[in-house]
């Protein structure tokens, strides 16, 4: 059971630290990524003004009806070519990525690698 709270501790630590040289701005957003044991969130958000302005997870119905069967890797693949496709329909193309203190492997690198092939850059 510590061991865990440990692990959450950290992973917020690691995220702090990142956030010291990650920020979005209104003409490169940050694509922040959070990931849970059963879903994956993401969104794009401006920090100056401090709004989303686009975000997909494994919750939404939209995702959700296309979920059935696949693996949790490729649901972040999903959620990340979702993602990509309503920021390019309001014009986003560039942003830079947060990872969220988790590790760059698994679930959050294939978010990111779906999104980057289908336009975003980062």
């Known amino acids: 059971m510590l061991k865990r709270k440990n692990a959450k501790?950290?992973?917020e630590?690691?995220?702090r630290r990142v956030r010291l040289r990650v920020?979005?701005?209104s003409t490169r957003p940050r694509l922040s990524v959070f990931r849970s044991l059963s879903h994956i969130y993401a969104q794009i958000i401006?920090?100056?003004?401090?709004?989303?302005?686009?975000?997909?997870?494994t919750l939404e119905p939209e995702v959700r009806i296309q979920l059935d069967g696949k693996t949790?890797?490729?649901?972040?693949e999903l959620?990340?070519?979702?993602?990509?496709?309503?920021?390019?329909?309001?014009g986003i193309d560039q942003v830079v990525f947060d990872?969220?203190?988790?590790?760059?492997h698994?679930?959050?690198?294939?978010?990111?690698?779906?999104?980057r092939a289908s336009g975003l850059r980062f």
């Open 9 to 11: 501790l950290a992973r």
């Open 13 to 15: 630590k690691r995220h």
């Open 23 to 25: 920020s979005g701005t």
């Open 46 to 57: 401006d920090d100056t003004t401090g709004r989303t302005l686009v975000a997909a997870s």
């Open 72 to 76: 949790k890797t490729a649901e972040a």
């Open 79 to 90: 959620v990340g070519t979702v993602l990509a496709k309503r920021a390019n329909e309001q």
């Open 99 to 104: 990872r969220g203190g988790f590790v760059y």
């Open 106 to 115: 698994g679930r959050v690198k294939a978010l990111a690698e779906a999104a």
